[in-house]
């Protein structure tokens, strides 16, 4: 089979798992119970949020003269910033996200999907205008269908490459992969995506076995897509190199996170994908 045939059978496999993604993402939302959604900043709308001693300089007309009768000082009623965020996904499909190292387990591109599509429930519901990379993001439940149809592209490549171009100025960006990569492209696009002022979080995307690291004897390490592969006779004595990798892989990302206004955390299939998805909605709102 060559590539354009093996392109065409993922991506009409992928299309026929979808609906069930949507489904797996909409009841993940549901679980959340985030209530109504709230920027929890004082600016232009119509919910109240709090109220605040007048200072020098607010106008007459700002003092909530009501609350203001109750005590000695004058308060200012505040309402809810309700200007609506554009939020971009980009969420992994090249051929290093299919793994899976247990057949009963999904792979890390079924779980970032989730994730990202559980996402953009939520921020969607919440009045938010959201888009894949690449992708105008825009309000409203239709826009689902849209994000339902970016998600059929599979990248050919072993690892992808997190792209920021159309990412709006002062927008926020969620960047779902395994990031094992090369770094530098992550890098590079996160500090292209800061000069702009978009912040958002990196969300790493693991297999249990990529922690654990659980080969021992003869082992042959291939890529999905088999350009590389490295056989041993003891994989076992690997482990300790390996995990020092990953660790220092880690600390990377949580430096370039932290240099550019970012946030990261990491995330495995073998656990549930609720914390994940609140870590996530909950990092992206404290930039918002």
């Not at 109220?51 to 200012?76: C, E, L, M, N």
């Not at 792979?107 to 429930?121: E, M, N, Q």
């Not at 592969?229 to 220092?248: I, M, P």
Request: charged residues 25%.
């Amino acid at each position: 089979m060559n590539q354009a045939a093996s392109l065409r059978a993922q991506a009409e496999t992928l299309g026929q798992s979808l609906p069930a993604l949507l489904a797996e993402a909409e009841h993940l939302a549901a679980t959340l119970m985030l209530g109504e959604h709230g920027r929890r900043r004082a600016g232009q709308g119509d919910e109240f949020w709090q109220y605040r001693p007048a200072h020098a300089g607010d106008p007459a007309r700002a003092i909530d003269w009501r609350r203001s009768a109750r005590s000695d000082a004058h308060f200012v009623r505040e309402r809810e910033w309700q200007v609506a965020q554009s939020v971009s996904l980009w969420i992994d499909s090249a051929n290093a996200m299919r793994f899976s190292g247990d057949p009963a387990r999904g792979t890390k591109a079924d779980r970032a999907r989730v994730i990202g599509l559980a996402l953009a429930v939520l921020l969607l519901r919440g009045g938010e205008r959201v888009g894949l990379s690449g992708m105008m993001p825009k309000p409203g439940r239709a826009q689902m269908m849209a994000l339902l149809d970016g998600l059929q592209t599979e990248d050919s490549q072993d690892y992808g490459a997190a792209d920021v171009t159309g990412m709006a100025a002062h927008s926020r960006a969620v960047f779902l992969s395994d990031f094992l990569g090369n770094l530098d492209v992550t890098e590079q696009a996160m500090i292209t995506a800061a000069d702009r002022g978009i912040r958002g979080v990196l969300l790493q995307v693991l297999d249990p076995a990529e922690e654990d690291f659980p080969f021992q004897g003869r082992t042959i390490f291939e890529s999905m897509q088999g350009a590389l592969r490295h056989e041993t006779q003891s994989a076992g004595d690997l482990r300790a190199r390996y995990l020092v990798r990953l660790a220092e892989r880690k600390d990377a990302l949580t430096r370039l996170a932290a240099a550019t206004g970012w946030h990261y955390h990491c995330h495995y299939t073998g656990a549930p994908a609720q914390a994940a998805l609140l870590w996530t909605y909950r990092a992206l709102e404290a930039r918002a």
